[in-house]
């Protein structure tokens, strides 16, 4: 499951796997929280996107943050995004900053070689 967001306006976006990984490039525009859960999986947050995030929650199974300015006594709207998935992994980066190289799996290396593809957002 792959997300690439470039200019959503939308104030909510929920995303659910069972077992496969979740990929979110979010725009630099992007103001609000993003929660991460899963189960067996791991989540992680790219380097770009990490610079502009404030850590509300990171636990072994969830990881809630909040991306861009915060403030509660201005009117502006803010979007909210929860990424799940049970045994998966959640990659949440910034569009055009981060890059993230996703690892072919078992028969994707059996048929077209064992060469990796880079997954960016522009």
């Known amino acids: 499951m792959y997300f690439y967001s470039s200019h959503v306006p939308v104030r909510e976006h ?54 861009g300015a915060q403030d509660p006594d201005t009117s502006r709207e803010a979007s909210y995004c929860q990424l799940e998935t049970r045994t998966g992994n959640i990659i949440v980066g910034l569009v055009g900053r981060d890059t993230y190289a996703v690892q072919p799996g078992f028969w994707q290396r059996l048929f077209r070689g064992n060469s990796s593809s880079s997954t960016t957002a522009s």
């Open 14 to 67: 929920r995303a659910d796997d069972y077992l496969g990984n979740a990929i979110l490039f979010v725009p630099e525009e992007f103001s609000g929280v993003v929660t991460m859960s899963t189960r067996r999986g791991t989540m992680q947050v790219l380097p770009a996107l990490q610079a502009r995030i404030k850590i509300v929650k990171n636990s072994e199974h969830e990881i809630i943050f909040m991306v």
